[in-house]
């Protein structure tokens, strides 16, 4: 089922609702079609491009995606399993700027995403039904497995739109 408020801390609301499907596994296939279908309408050539002066650049925003996801699916292994310690929050900027987009093909970071998103798909279709109402608390607040999922889910959404309207 989709998360409902409350299992989930509102900062992940615009996320959460742009993850398409009445269940983790449905938004995950919908999510993964979506970025597959996009990562392969970038154009060899524009890896480099950012729609404005201080914006990051396709690969910086593919890494970016990739990144989070990561560190969202630990947040999730971490809940799933029991581990009580909060994580530390990340600083997005930061990670763009050290994750060397500039010195990486486009096809290496595309690569890397559809990698990291299989990982995501393995470590999710685990999940025994019961595991998606564990929580975890991260520093906004509490939020089940569920929505965890649904977060990256529409983390990816979010940035691909993006992707689409300003830089394709």
Same mark, same amino acid.
């Given at each position: 089922?989709?998360?409902?408020?409350?299992?989930?801390?509102?900062?992940?609301?615009?996320?959460?609702?742009?993850?398409?499907?009445?269940?983790?596994?449905?938004?995950?296939?919908?999510?993964?079609?979506?970025?597959?279908?996009?990562?392969?309408?970038?154009?060899?050539?524009?890896?480099?491009?950012?729609?404005?002066?201080?914006?990051?650049?396709?690969?910086?925003?593919? !890494?970016? !995606?990739?990144?989070?996801?990561? !560190?969202?699916?630990?947040?999730?292994?971490?809940?799933?399993?029991?581990?009580?310690?909060?994580?530390?929050?990340?600083?997005?900027?930061?990670?763009?700027?050290?994750?060397?987009?500039?010195?990486?093909?486009?096809?290496?970071?595309?690569?890397?995403?559809?990698?990291?998103?299989?990982?995501?798909?393995?470590?999710?279709?685990?999940?025994?039904?019961?595991?998606?109402?564990?929580?975890?608390?991260?520093?906004?607040?509490? !939020?089940?497995?569920?929505?965890?999922?649904?977060?990256?889910?529409?983390?990816?959404?979010?940035?691909?739109?993006?992707?689409?309207?300003?830089?394709?």
């Amino acid at each position: 089922m989709r998360p409902v408020k409350g299992t989930y801390p509102t900062y992940l609301e615009n996320y959460i609702s742009q993850a398409h499907g009445s269940n983790l596994h449905e938004a995950l296939t919908a999510s993964t079609q979506e970025l597959l279908k996009t990562l392969s309408s970038i154009a060899n050539d524009k890896g480099d491009f950012a729609y404005a002066d201080g914006k990051w650049t396709i690969k910086e925003l593919l !890494i970016h !995606i990739s990144d989070s996801e990561r !560190i969202f699916a630990y947040r999730l292994l971490r809940f799933v399993r029991g581990d009580e310690q909060q994580p530390l929050p990340f600083e997005e900027d930061d990670y763009a700027k050290n994750c060397n987009a500039n010195k990486r093909s486009l096809k290496s970071v595309i690569e890397e995403l559809i990698a990291v998103r299989n990982a995501t798909v393995a470590l999710i279709e685990s999940l025994q039904e019961e595991d998606l109402n564990k929580t975890g608390k991260t520093a906004i607040g509490t !939020i089940t497995v569920n929505a965890l999922g649904f977060a990256i889910c529409g983390h990816c959404a979010h940035h691909l739109k993006v992707l689409r309207e300003r830089y394709l």
